[in-house]
């Protein structure tokens, strides 16, 4: 019960101390760290272009760099994939979900002994992890998500099964 309670006071320490930093003003304290010379300032925290005036606080610069978009990669997707009409892009990402479950669904089924049902279950959850990490059409999580998710659900669905089949095989016996 200490450790518990030793544990939640950490937390609890720990997240009031970063609530005090994100509301300290960002140029007073960052110009204070330089004069200090210290290793570490907030100087990559400044987003290009952006006007900082002495009220704005730290968490405000990193809600405004957070917000920007970073790379040249997200803007020309997004770019491209916004003159895709949405209905085409999914018919996109579900192509591209079902050739890299094809692909793997083959080379399980010819090189190895597993039944049908298992490589089914992992063709599924190894496109689902090759989609999330390759581009795609449409930019964004939710998708990412999604094809990652249902594989993963299929198979947490079927070790369920198996434990309640196990289980009432128990009780029978």
């Known amino acids: 019960m200490l450790l518990l309670l030793l544990l939640t006071s950490l937390c609890l320490g720990g997240y009031l101390y970063a609530r005090h930093i ?18 570490f300032t907030l100087d990559f925290l400044i987003p290009s272009g952006t006007y900082l005036d002495e009220r704005i ?16 990669y997200r803007r020309v997707i997004g770019a491209i994939s916004d003159l895709i009409p949405p209905r085409y892009r999914v018919v996109a990402d579900l192509f591209l979900f ?15 002994f597993m039944g049908y049902s298992r490589s089914l ?16 059409f449409s ?4 998708d990412d998500a999604v094809f990652l998710g249902i594989p993963l659900l299929i198979i ?15 009780i029978e016996i």
């Open 22 to 39: 994100l509301k300290l003003p960002f140029k007073p304290t960052n110009e204070a760290l330089h004069q200090q010379d210290s290793a």
């Open 98 to 112: 079902f050739f890299w479950f094809f692909c793997f669904m083959v080379l399980i089924r010819i090189f190895t």
């Open 57 to 72: 606080t730290i968490g405000e610069v990193i809600q405004i760099r957070l917000k920007k978009e970073k790379s040249i």
């Open 156 to 170: 947490a669905l079927r070790i369920c099964l198996l434990r309640r089949k196990e289980r009432r095989r128990k």
């Open 139 to 142: 930019p964004g999580r939710l």
């Open 121 to 136: 279950r992992t063709s599924l959850l190894l496109a689902g992890i090759i989609y999330y990490f390759i581009p795609d």
